[in-house]
């Protein structure tokens, strides 16, 4: 559970600091990761309610 919770602050805070940064490099880059984030975190989710 641990891993689930500390996805869901990092998605959360990536997304934040995407909308609040002008650099359109930095931008994309929070959003691959938040990204990357939602996908592990939905695998993990499925993998808990298996």
Known sequence: MARIEFLKEQLARAERLAKTILDQHTVERLQAF???C???LQTLTRRAAA
Do not use: T
């Open 34 to 36: 938040a990204a990357e």
């Open 38 to 40: 939602r996908e592990e």
